[in-house]
């Protein structure tokens, strides 16, 4: 479990294994199952290969979803004892553990689809995804080496490849290949982008404005991170009033809200919402439970907050 990379890269290296990273994440059911699954039916591929489970809400494991920008969870690296990464298999059910014996078996890539931001089919991703790992441990050792991080950006411009291209250049002192990129990384910004790549968006920062600090920018503060309701009846409105300020130097701007269910209606609905700094606004919903007992629902509010681009507020609530 959470073994780094590298400790894992030499060990199947000195043994001559396969390996298999396999991404989970702690709080959902699926990831549970998994492990369940290899533990029982599956056993016998933990024979065929070496298994690393990273447990990705970990601060140290965030680089593997930078990499790979994950859709679904649990995902199966599978690896080669040289460390090439050979497939990408999603899922915990019986055809996710076949294929992934299959690729074990083959030391090839199968034909199982892996859904992507790539917007690139598993095949044709996957030397680029090498390359980017190939960067990644060469700059974690002090090696930099320009063309090959240009030739990746080529094909696959993603903010993590801007990132490496960023830290490089700053090994080596370019200043203006690193402003550069930063402003290429900059360019990429999205409240989805930003949440998943946060201090890299604040070393981009850096790199133009050598003055910067994260209250210079709009900074989001929302007292709760969870609202506790109680007494709620079923097919009744009841009312939840969330004040978001601004405290940092520049508009806050709201781009998005979602909500987990139904239930929970916002009022007043906007395309966008603007918070002067220092400022803050009121957003309004009724929540509407269907069902009885203890009920949990979320609600997202998207925006160019530098610290926390994707708030999330959990609703508890009694329903009677």
């Known amino acids: 479990m959470n073994?780094?990379?590298?400790?894992?890269?030499?060990?199947?290296?000195?043994?001559?294994?396969p390996f298999c990273i396999v991404l989970i994440d702690s709080c959902q059911e699926l990831s549970r199952e998994y492990s369940l699954h290899l533990c029982g039916d599956y056993r016998y591929l933990a024979k065929k290969s070496i298994y690393n489970f990273i447990n990705i809400r970990t601060l140290k494991n965030e680089w593997y979803l930078k990499w790979l920008c994950p859709i679904s969870m649990p995902l199966t690296c599978v690896f080669s004892s040289e460390g090439r990464l050979l497939d990408l298999i999603p899922g915990s059910d019986k055809e996710s553990f076949l294929y992934v014996?299959?690729?074990?078996?083959?030391?090839?890539?199968?034909?199982?689809?892996?859904?992507?931001?790539?917007?690139?089919?598993?095949?044709?991703?996957l030397p680029f995804l090498n390359s980017i790992?190939?960067?990644k441990r060469n700059l974690d050792r002090g090696v930099y080496i320009p063309d090959d991080i240009d030739r990746v950006i080529d094909s696959l411009s993603y903010p993590y490849s801007y990132y490496l291209k960023l830290t490089g250049a700053l090994m080596i002192h370019d200043s203006i290949e690193a402003e550069s990129a930063a402003k290429y990384l900059l360019n990429l910004k999205?409240?989805?982008?930003?949440?998943?790549?946060?201090?890299e968006f604040i070393t981009a920062n850096?790199?133009?404005?050598?003055?910067?600090?994260?209250?210079?920018?709009?900074?989001?503060?929302?007292?709760?991170?969870?609202?506790?309701?109680?007494?709620?009846?079923?097919n009744e409105n009841f009312p939840v009033n969330i004040n978001v300020y601004n405290v940092g130097?520049?508009?806050?701007?709201?781009?998005?809200?979602?909500t987990s269910c139904s239930c929970i209606e916002e009022l007043d609905k906007k395309d966008e919402?603007?918070?002067?700094p220092k400022h803050s606004v009121v957003l309004?919903?009724?929540?509407?439970?269907?069902v009885k007992g203890d009920v949990y629902r979320s609600i997202y509010i998207a925006s160019n907050a530098i610290n926390m681009p994707i708030f999330h507020i959990t609703i508890v609530a009694t329903v009677v």
């Open 3 to 17: 073994k780094s990379f590298e400790d894992i890269y030499l060990l199947a290296k000195k043994s001559n294994s």
């Open 101 to 125: 014996e299959k690729a074990l078996t083959t030391m090839t890539t199968t034909e199982y689809h892996w859904p992507n931001q790539f917007q690139m089919n598993k095949i044709a991703v």
């Open 133 to 135: 790992l190939f960067n």
């Open 190 to 199: 999205t409240p989805y982008i930003m949440d998943l790549y946060k201090n």
């Open 206 to 234: 850096k790199v133009l404005n050598k003055d910067y600090e994260v209250d210079n920018d709009a900074v989001i503060q929302i007292e709760n991170d969870s609202v506790n309701l109680f007494n709620c009846k079923i």
């Open 249 to 258: 130097c520049k508009p806050l701007i709201i781009s998005k809200i979602h």
């Open 273 to 276: 919402i603007i918070i002067n």
């Open 284 to 290: 309004k919903f009724n929540f509407n439970p269907d």
